[in-house]
């Protein structure tokens, strides 16, 4: 179940956001979503490289073979996350609509209180006090 929640609620909520583009308008440049697509984008790329470079999963809930702690992982814990929701958050500004703004807090909410806690036992159970020791040095969405 939890493998499928993230990739599913960023599709759902990027398709919402456009079906639903004329409905709850906001007056932002299209070039500021934009301005946040294309990093967030890269912050994907970059937290799924850096994994795959590793060999390690990318597969969310499923057990890693090494716990990486660098790169894109040095600054945020979960840099895929974080690059999916300022995906939904750029999508939103670029339809200029509220409705994307919506499901960027739904899927924040979602990730940070059911998804990410399951990742993170399961990463805690694997890795010890290794991850216990990062948890403390790295937050979970790089700013909290």
């Known amino acids: 179940m939890i493998r499928v929640i993230p990739i599913s609620l960023l599709t759902i909520s990027i398709i919402f956001t456009y079906i639903f583009k004329n409905f709850l308008t906001l007056k932002i440049p299209k070039f500021f979503g934009l301005l946040i697509i294309f990093p967030s984008l890269l912050l994907i790329f970059l937290g799924l490289f850096t994994?795959?470079?590793?060999?390690?999963?990318?597969?969310p809930g499923e057990k890693p073979k090494r716990l990486v702690n660098f790169g894109v992982f040095g600054?945020?814990?979960?840099?895929?996350?974080?690059?999916?929701?300022?995906?939904?958050?750029?999508f939103s500004i670029y339809f200029q609509t509220l409705i994307g703004?919506?499901?960027?807090?739904?899927?924040?909410?979602?990730?940070?209180?059911?998804?990410?806690?399951?990742?993170e036992?399961?990463?805690?159970?694997?890795f010890g006090e290794s991850y216990v020791e990062y948890k403390?040095?790295?937050?979970?969405?790089?700013?909290?």
């Open 136 to 144: 403390k040095c790295v937050k979970r969405w790089g700013i909290f």
């Open 121 to 126: 036992e399961i990463l805690e159970k694997t």
């Open 51 to 59: 994994l795959l470079l590793n060999k390690t999963t990318i597969i």
């Open 101 to 119: 703004i919506i499901f960027a807090i739904l899927f924040f909410l979602v990730m940070d209180k059911f998804v990410i806690p399951k990742e």
């Open 75 to 90: 600054i945020c814990r979960n840099p895929i996350y974080l690059g999916d929701l300022l995906l939904i958050v750029g």
